[in-house]
Structures are given as structure tokens and as C-alpha cells.
């Protein structure tokens, strides 16, 4: 088969890792950072939750083959996508944020700026607008043409997982161990539900008791919300300021009131301690480490070849023939 030299040349030029730059869409779409922190900032008004949720994308985007906007697609009749993996299963929410930020940055400036950019900046702007550290992001990835179920299950962790486990799994994304605890600060904003603790109220590693780092008084509320044969949809809040990005979620791990059990044990274990009690006592050495862990995971890529795409829950479809007569490579 002869493969015209012009799909070659796009196969190089969008294979491999993208060079990702701050103010990389300065010159082709220079209101593209600003149109997104106002369209988050409205959606924040209609629901304050939607910025954790938002944040929240960031981190189950780039885990999985880098950030690459995978977990933004819907799964279609021949892929099973990550939407419906382990750990996002009735769990991720707010894509219709992301939608409208997507809509509302094509309106300005069509077929620029991805959607892998998009979960990036707007991971960045529900932090700030929460009273968390502002800092630039680095942009001009692409979106990916696939996603993969399998692998989300395959590599996010359970609510269960304990310290050591994590510490390994976060290595393996040359993020340290710092960064580990300072990225679990993420849940200074947002809620989890009863599903995701009801093992560890009741039936810690099978003992048929509650993990006894939970706070006594704190373990009587959470049961209250959480009972034996509850609704396991029922949330709670993450930290004692669930729409405030600051280091309270640090005390609490410190008094025993970590929600989940990879919370709480970021306390118990040893070699992460020292991380949560600095952070508990500078919230400003919170907030530079967070920034810098925020800034390496974003940084994650897989390789891959991608797109812009149009709409981010589809790849784009194949191009029409008048969108081909005007497609510049044809020139070649
Ligand atoms: C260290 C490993 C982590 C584990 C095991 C974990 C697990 C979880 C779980 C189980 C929930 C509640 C989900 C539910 O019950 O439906 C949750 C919520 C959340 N996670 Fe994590 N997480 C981790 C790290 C992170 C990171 C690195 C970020 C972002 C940088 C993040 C951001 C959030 C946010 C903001 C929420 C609240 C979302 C909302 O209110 O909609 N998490 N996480």
C-alpha cells in the first residue's frame, strides 16, 4: 500500500511528546486561559463542588497514558473508555464543565487549543478560585485518539490503599514522595461517598472492626452517615473545609479524621508523617510543593500520536471532502 506523503509527514509531526511551554497558546489563542478560569468561575456559582470535581480530572486524566484528555471520551461501540473504570464509575463528574469550556473556548478560537490543555488549566483555576496558589501552567499537548478502560483499572488506586503502596505507585510517575503527600492535599477541596470508607467503619483489612486510626468522635459521625446497608451514594466532606483549598485537610489526617483510609494512612505511616505534619504547620510550604506536584504530573505524556479535538467526549471523525480540499498538507 502506497501511503501518501502527506499522511507521513502528519504521522511524524504528531507522533512522540509534545514540547509543552507556559503561554503556549499566547499568539493563537490569546484569550484561551482567560475564557476558561471565567467559564469554571461560573460553573462555581452554580456549584461550588464542581471545582474539586474539576480538579479531580487532572489527576485520573494523566495517570492514564499521560494527560491526553482520554478520560474525556465516551466509549463507542468498539472502545471501552474510562469513564466507567474502577475508580470513576459513578465517582468522576462535572464533564459537563469541561464541556462548556470547551464550547466557549471553539467559539473563539475553533480547533486550537486541546482538551488534554483544557482538564490543565482548568485543574489550575478551580485551586485559585479556592483560595489555593495560582501558578503557570505549561500547554500543547494533544488529545488522544483512544482510551483505555483496562488500563484505568489496571493502574488507579483504591480508597483502600495504604501508604506504602501509593509511594509505590506515584514512583513509578517519578513523583516522590513528597509529592505523593502533597498531591493527596488535593482533597483539601470536595467530597467522597460512603462506598469508598464503609469497609474501613466496619471491616478494616477483614477484621470485622473500624481501622483504629479513626477518631473516635469523628468514627460516631461517619457512622451516622455511613450506616451498615446505607446508601453508599451518600457523601461527606473530604477535609472540615471542603470548599476551601488551604491545609486543613493536614490537621485533620493529625487528629485522626482523615475520610479515607489512603488519607488517614499518609499519618500512620511512618516515611510519609513528616510530610503531613510540616504541611499541617506551613501552609505555604504546602501550597510550593503542591504547585510543583501539580506541575510534574501535568507534565506526564505517553508518546502517543493525537489531535485537537473538536468535541471532547469524540475523536474527530474523518474529514469531509470540502474540509480536505482546504487541509494545508494536501499542499505537499
Ligand atoms: C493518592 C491517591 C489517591 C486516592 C487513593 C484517591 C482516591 C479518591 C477517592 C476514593 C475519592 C472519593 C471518590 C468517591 O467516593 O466517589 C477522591 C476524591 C477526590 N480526589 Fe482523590 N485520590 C488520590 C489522589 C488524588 C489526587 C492526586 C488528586 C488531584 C490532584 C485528587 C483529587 C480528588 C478530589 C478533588 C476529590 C473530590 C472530588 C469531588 O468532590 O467530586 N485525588 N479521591
Known amino acids: 500500500m502506497i501511503i501518501p506523503i502527506f499522511s507521513l509527514l502528519f504521522l511524524f509531526l504528531t507522533t512522540g511528546e509534545a514540547q509543552l511551554v507556559p503561554g503556549f497558546y499566547a499568539s493563537t489563542c490569546p484569550k484561551a486561559e482567560s475564557t476558561v478560569r471565567e467559564v469554571l468561575h461560573k460553573a462555581m456559582i452554580n456549584e461550588t463542588r464542581s471545582a474539586a470535581s474539576v480538579m479531580r480530572l487532572q ?17 463507542t461501540p468498539t472502545m471501552l473508555g474510562e469513564k466507567l473504570a474502577l475508580s470513576n464509575i459513578n465517582s468522576l463528574r462535572s464533564f459537563e464543565v469541561i464541556d ?3 464550547t466557549a473556548v471553539e467559539n473563539i478560537c475553533p480547533g486550537v487549543v486541546s482538551c488534554a490543555d483544557v482538564v490543565v488549566m482548568a485543574a489550575r483555576d478551580a485551586v485559585a478560585l479556592s483560595g489555593g496558589p495560582d501558578w503557570e501552567v505549561r500547554l500543547g499537548r494533544k488529545d488522544s485518539l483512544t482510551a483505555s478502560q483496562e488500563d484505568s483499572d489496571a493502574i488507579m488506586p483504591s480508597p483502600r490503599a495504604n501508604a506504602s503502596a501509593l509511594i509505590d505507585l506515584f514512583a513509578k510517575f517519578n513523583l516522590s514522595t513528597e509529592d505523593l503527600v502533597a498531591l493527596s492535599g488535593s482533597h483539601s477541596i470536595g467530597k467522597g461517598r460512603c462506598f469508598s470508607i464503609t469497609f474501613r467503619l466496619y471491616n478494616q483489612s477483614g ?3 473500624p481501622d483504629p486510626a479513626i477518631d473516635p468522635r469523628y468514627r460516631m459521625e461517619l457512622d451516622k452517615l455511613c450506616p451498615v446497608g446505607g446508601d453508599e451514594n451518600v457523601t461527606g466532606n ?9 491545609n486543613q485537610y493536614f490537621k485533620d489526617l493529625v487528629a485522626g479524621k482523615g475520610f479515607l483510609n489512603s488519607d488517614e494512612t499518609l499519618y500512620t505511616f511512618e516515611e510519609t508523617r513528616k510530610w503531613v505534619v510540616k504541611y499541617s504547620e506551613d501552609q505555604g510550604a504546602f501550597f510550593d510543593a503542591f504547585v510543583k506536584g501539580m506541575l510534574k504530573m501535568g507534565d506526564l505524556q505517553s508518546g502517543r500520536p493525537g489531535e485537537v479535538r473538536t468535541n471532547c467526549r469524540v475523536v474527530n471523525g474523518p474529514k469531509t471532502p470540502m474540509e480536505l480540499v482546504s487541509d494545508p498538507w494536501l499542499a505537499f
Open 59 to 75: 489527576f485520573h486524566d494523566c495517570f492514564v497514558n499521560g494527560c491526553d484528555g482520554s478520560l474525556l471520551l465516551d466509549d
Open 100 to 102: 462548556e469550556i470547551k
Open 207 to 209: 477484621t470485622g472492626k
Open 238 to 246: 473530604l477535609d472540615a473545609t471542603p470548599i476551601l483549598f488551604d
